[in-house]
């Protein structure tokens, strides 16, 4: 009598818990088709078989598919022997799935239900494939519609490579550290996060054509047994299994979704005679199908699993228990004919076996297997799978997984990167990894990395810096000796790339910042990076409870700060962009347009393209990369000069219409007096374009005849450029250069030449003594913008090159951009360099200015002189889009920018400093036609730019060294790639 009892207990406990699913939701799959066309189909294929054909159906085997021969054979016993309803694949590559595939479809008499067991996608079974995170990692998300469309990015690749069906997602809450078989396979411990999650992920699934189904029912998260190798008891009471293991099937079943994979488990307070779930009729129909109003499709557990032993046929067991499929049973030819014999002695009665097999068939027509097999196998499919949609969807994955658990003082993201050292230290893997190249990308960082404990000697090292990053990839022994070893590091941020629960081993822990990334692999170094710096917002949260780190839900919101880096498929480009700049670039290459270049591009605050093409020179001696300094010629005006100007005018220490000559000495007499600041900056100063550098440092008395000549006859011989002669015996001033260096010429500007204060003021003096041009209209000059630096260093009252430094490129981490870079310990390997200098310098010019009044200026000047990477560019270009704001620095007011940005002159395209598109002649623009009227940038001589499109939030940069050998390359002129590569970033926008 008491058993009886407890058994009503269950039942009245489990009706309330499940009342209002009275009215059975009928799954979406098989709403949207049944009727009609899908009727006429069932029944005509349902007419045709046999009921051992119709038993057949219900059984999906497993099948090795690493020896295609041999897997052949295998598939033709199943599918024409024995007739099974199914297919599923164990671990295999591409090729395989796809050619055994397209065999088994092509020998069936009924379309194959062919089945996938990937839980992370295709990866789990198909190495090659997208590699998509755990569940475990995923569970940190709180944007549902992103597992929605992950589902859905699945579902795409399943369907290319014929796979109807996915034993996916894992809906067990997993409430036990210990568990061996779920553990990072589960979303979490909390109920309502693994049904949101699970069911959006599924949603996704079906909306794209593919079952899903969840498991394991009733739930198998609290065990410390691998029902692999035996049988599980799950000891929840029955409230616990109704709040927590069953919630999530319950609000799956709501949801109209059409799969449930039923466990090999023993669960007490739900069935007490000790029978596994997945053959127990209490458990499968009384509670799923009965009580809980699942009309969907039950599969059990593969029943070759040492927990689906029992005393009898466990394939008669499950079916009479209520499973409608039965997957991977041991003996396919055995196990139906055990079902054949209970059909004919009545144990299993004729009309349940026929309505399974309907159901089969219907879940076949919606699946579209109705209208014959499309074969899959074809040379792209490996790169249809691995497509830039998928790597968009993945890198939104790992980004909103990223989980700040705590952040003593806002110690993250980093800030004041210009005032701290920074170390990153690997622990459990080498210094030169991805984690360390994208925090490069940030900062100036020295790396460590070890796979064992540290030598004193290191951590005496690592310790003398202002914040030690430590990213642990292991929860090995020799992992949690070596992060001990960092407990006297001050500004400690610890990188996890790991389960959460292997955190514990590590606690008590002495951070002052924790970051969990939850993996480990090349996404998840990158964003890890961009995380601790700012490039992306955090806000996941802690899944699990962890011991000794931090609760379940723990949260610490990050802000994004700088830029980030993604692809283009992930923020709404055309994923043919990266194609077609590859494209653009490589005819650039092959013509001999330049030797080598970067290409960035950035959209809302995303670095979408960074990359790096050919070589520094046309040697070919070494490779360009994303560190690889440029020379950016008359781009300084606007990277170097002008944010300079920026902040004198943030300081207020002058007026845009005061004139030049009340800050520049050398022009207050003249006729010069009266040119305003405004004036030089839109290039309406009536100056002339430029200094004739050679007729300035050429000793007169060194040559005779012409110094320049526009043919070649005499001793005009050395040819400078098409068209241009020098001569051949003219030697440069002595009063002014000198061969080796002294006090009076300190400065070098190329091997044996060197420079001086009074080199400078030569130069200087000769823009005093200028002829005006009767006209003040527009007129590109450099010389303007010499004057402008020498205006902003009497205001200062410091060295330009120092002054922005120090106060711009420093605290937006743009250290690899500076004047005169080989005195500023940057190795001459570090730069590309430009032409070879056959009349001044006698050299390739490598390391030093390309710019004749630059160089012979020092090396820093108004008009030239800077050296970059476009990565930095990138983080100027953002840090105007930002209103002056970068890495959580205001560097200079919203107001200034603004008014720098949108002042536009009313004579020509100019804006205050910058340059513009040509709005009124496409053919003259230097931009893409399609660039907003607001767009401001500049073009340099030695092939660079950039543009900046507030409008569409847009960055462009384009370094090359298209001087090198000579200036001399019509190719590069001709193939016009600036504007052409950004015309391709308008038409991906599209």
Not at 14 to 27: C, E, I, M, R
Not at 177 to 196: H, K, L, Q
Not at 905 to 930: Q, Y
Request: overall charge positive; some cysteine.
């Amino acid at each position: 009598m008491d058993e009886i009892m407890k058994r009503v207990l269950i039942i009245m406990s489990l009706l309330v818990a499940t009342a209002f699913h009275v009215g059975a939701v009928q799954p979406k799959l098989l709403s949207h088709s049944k009727g009609g066309d899908c009727d006429a189909w069932v029944d005509s294929v349902f007419s045709s078989l046999t009921m051992e054909q119709r038993v057949g159906q219900l059984v999906v085997p497993v099948v090795d598919p690493t020896h295609i021969a041999t897997a052949k054979q295998v598939i033709y016993r199943y599918v024409k022997t024995e007739g099974v309803g199914g297919l599923l694949f164990s671990k295999g590559s591409i090729d395989q799935y796809a050619t055994l595939i397209d065999y088994a479809q092509s020998i069936a008499k009924v379309p194959l239900m062919i089945t996938l067991d990937g839980e992370w996608g295709l990866s789990m079974r198909v190495p090659g494939t997208t590699r998509f995170p755990y569940n475990m990692g995923l569970g940190a998300i709180a944007d549902e519609n992103l597992l929605y469309d992950y589902g859905r990015e699945v579902a795409r690749q399943c369907k290319l490579m014929g796979i109807t069906v996915n034993f996916a997602p894992v809906l067990d809450v997993n409430s036990n550290p210990d568990n061996p078989v779920i553990g990072y396979r589960s979303f979490g411990e909390d109920a309502d996060r693994v049904a949101r999650l699970g069911i959006a992920y599924s949603r996704g699934l079906e909306d794209g054509g593919v079952m899903s189904v969840s498991k394991h029912f009733p739930g198998h998260g609290d065990t410390s047994v691998d029902s692999h190798k035996s049988m599980p008891t799950i000891d929840h009471s029955v409230e616990v299994m109704r709040d927590v293991d069953l919630m999530p099937f319950r609000r799956y079943i709501d949801d109209g979704l059409s799969g449930v994979m039923v466990g090999h488990l023993n669960v007490p307070s739900l069935d007490s005679t000790g029978v596994p779930a997945s053959m127990s009729h209490r458990i499968i129909t009384d509670l799923l199908k009965k009580d809980m109003g699942f009309r969907g499709m039950v599969f059990t557990d593969a029943l070759a699993m040492k927990g689906a032993i029992v005393g009898e046929n466990n394939c008669v067991a499950a079916l009479m228990a209520g499973a409608d499929v039965l997957l991977s049973p041991s003996s396919v030819k055995g196990d139906i004919a055990a079902v054949l014999a209970a059909v004919k002695s009545g144990k299993i009665s004729e009309n349940s076996i026929n309505e399974r097999c309907r159901k089969m068939l219907e879940y076949k027509y919606a699946l579209g297997l109705s209208t014959g097999h499309k074969a899959v196998s074809s040379a792209s499919l490996k790169g249809k799978l691995n497509s830039p949609e998928a790597d968009a969807v993945n890198r939104k994955l790992v980004s909103a997984m990223i989980t700040c658990v705590s952040n003593d003082n806002d110690l993250l993201p980093v800030r004041d990167i210009d005032r701290k050292s920074i170390a990153v230290v690997n622990i459990g893997e080498g210094k030169g990894n991805t984690f360390t190249r994208y925090c490069g990308k940030y900062a100036d960082v020295d790396a460590y990395g070890t796979i064992g404990a540290f030598t004193a000697t290191q951590i005496a090292s690592i310790e003398k810096h202002d914040i030690v990053i430590a990213a642990v990839y292991n929860d090995k022994s020799t992992s949690v000796n070596a992060l001990k070893q960092l407990k006297g590091c001050s500004g400690l941020v610890t990188v996890f790339f790991m389960n959460p629960y292997k955190m514990s081993k590590f606690a008590p822990l002495d951070s002052k910042a924790l970051l969990l990334v939850g993996e480990n692999g090349e996404l998840a170094q990158e964003y890890g990076a961009q995380a601790v710096f700012g490039g992306i917002r955090v806000n996941g949260s802690l899944p699990v409870n962890v011991k000794g780190i931090a609760p379940l839900g723990a949260c610490v919101g990050l802000v994004k700060t700088r830029l980030g880096y993604t692809s283009p498929t992930a923020i709404g480009f055309d994923s043919s962009l990266d194609k077609r700049v590859d494209s653009l670039v490589n005819v650039g290459l092959r013509t001999g347009a330049f030797p080598g270049c970067q290409v960035l591009v950035a959209k809302d605050g995303n670095v979408v393209i960074d990359r790096s093409y050919g070589y520094v020179d046309a040697a070919k001696t070494r490779r360009v990369n994303d560190s690889t300094m440029y020379d950016i010629a008359s781009v300084s005006k606007v990277a170097g000069t002008l944010p300079g100007l920026m902040l004198a005018y943030d300081e207020g220490l002058y007026k845009l219409d005061d004139p030049v000559s009340k800050y520049v000495e050398g022009l207050k007499s003249g006729d010069k007096s009266d040119i305003t600041i405004r004036q030089m900056l839109l290039h309406e100063s009536g100056l002339p374009a430029s200094l004739s550098i050679p007729g300035i440092v050429m000793d007169t008395a060194t040559y005779k005849g012409r110094l320049i000549a526009y043919r070649q006859r005499g001793a005009n011989t050395i040819k400078i450029s098409r068209g241009v002669y020098g001569n051949n015996t003219a030697r440069m001033r002595k009063d002014i250069t000198s061969a080796s260096e002294s006090k009076d010429f300190p400065m070098k500007i190329g091997q044996g030449v060197y420079v001086g204060a009074a080199t400078r003021d030569t130069l200087m003096q000769r823009i005093f003594d200028s002829k005006l041009r009767q006209s003040k209209n527009y007129l590109y000059s450099d010389l303007n913008f010499a004057l402008l630096m020498a205006m902003e260093e009497k205001l200062t009252g410091e060295k330009h090159d120092e002054f922005v430094e120090k106060r711009v490129y420093g605290p937006i981490g743009a250290t690899r951009t500076c004047y005169v870079p080989l005195a500023k310990n940057h190795k001459a390997s570090e730069i590309a360099p430009t032409e070879k200098d056959n009349f001044l310098r006698r050299q390739t010019v490598h390391g030093y200015v390309h710019d004749e009044l630059a160089a012979f200026s020092g090396g820093v000047q108004g008009n030239a002189g800077l050296f970059s990477t476009a990565n930095d560019l990138g983080k100027l270009c953002q840090m105007w889009l930002n209103d002056g704001n970068y890495g959580g620095r205001q560097i200079m007011s919203p107001s200034t920018v603004k008014m720098f940005t949108t002042t536009k002159s009313k004579k020509s395209r100019r804006w205050l400093g910058f340059d513009g598109p040509d709005t009124e002649n496409e053919a003259k623009t230097p931009t893409a036609p399609d660039a907003s009227a607001s767009t401001y940038g500049h073009i340099g001589f030695t092939g660079t730019c950039f543009w900046v499109d507030p409008d569409n939030g847009l960055i462009y940069v384009f370094l090359c060294n298209r001087v090198n050998p000579s200036r001399d390359n019509s190719a590069f002129t001709r193939l016009n790639i600036r504007p052409a590569i950004m015309s391709a970033v308008y038409d991906a926008m599209k």
